[in-house]
């Protein structure tokens, strides 16, 4: 199990845009489960929909990233930051409510370098409520600087 302190070292997220608690299972390279304890304290539910709570979906792809990301880091990827590259076929099937265990669940797909592409799935209860995949690349912000569209 990695705790949220060993988490905190590996990703640069921070309050309020951290979307993951812990991680029960690690196979370096290969897969990852992580867990996301959704409160009603979580600043989105202000305005996500007021009287009627809901996650979004988007953060609810954001925290499956964040998972990913930890995977990459712990498989010895070198860099500091994943950056999203693309994202594909995203479903959502059930509304993520506060009081939710959120259980993120990711596989590797493909890995090249520092770009990988994983499949995520998310659940509740063992109910699929999220899946999609995506592709990420890990490496340091001064190696994007200047970096132009060829």
């Known amino acids: 199990m990695i705790n949220i302190m060993e988490i905190l070292k590996t990703l640069p997220h921070r309050y309020p845009f951290l979307m993951v608690d812990k991680i029960v299972d690690l196979v370096p390279g290969e897969s990852i489960t992580g867990i996301k304890n959704v409160t009603i304290n979580e600043p989105f539910f202000q305005g996500h929909f007021p009287g009627n709570p809901v996650?979004?979906?988007?953060?609810?792809?954001?925290?499956?990233?964040?998972?990913?990301?930890?995977?990459?880091?712990?498989?010895?990827?070198?860099?500091?930051?994943?950056?999203?590259?693309?994202?594909e076929k995203a479903k959502f099937r059930k509304p993520v409510l506060p009081g939710?265990?959120?259980?993120?669940?990711?596989?590797?797909?493909?890995?090249?370098?520092?770009?990988?592409?994983?499949?995520?799935?998310?659940?509740?209860?063992?109910?699929?409520?999220?899946?999609?995949?995506?592709?990420?690349?890990?490496?340091?912000?001064?190696?994007?600087?200047?970096?132009?569209?060829?």
């Open 55 to 87: 996650m979004p979906g988007v953060l609810i792809v954001e925290a499956l990233a964040q998972v990913s990301g930890i995977l990459a880091f712990k498989s010895g990827v070198e860099g500091n930051t994943v950056y999203f590259m693309s994202i």
């Open 100 to 150: 939710d265990c959120l259980k993120l669940i990711i596989k590797t797909t493909q890995k090249r370098g520092k770009v990988w592409k994983f499949s995520g799935k998310a659940t509740v209860d063992d109910s699929t409520v999220a899946e999609a995949e995506f592709t990420a690349m890990v490496t340091d912000v001064k190696d994007l600087v200047g970096v132009e569209d060829k």
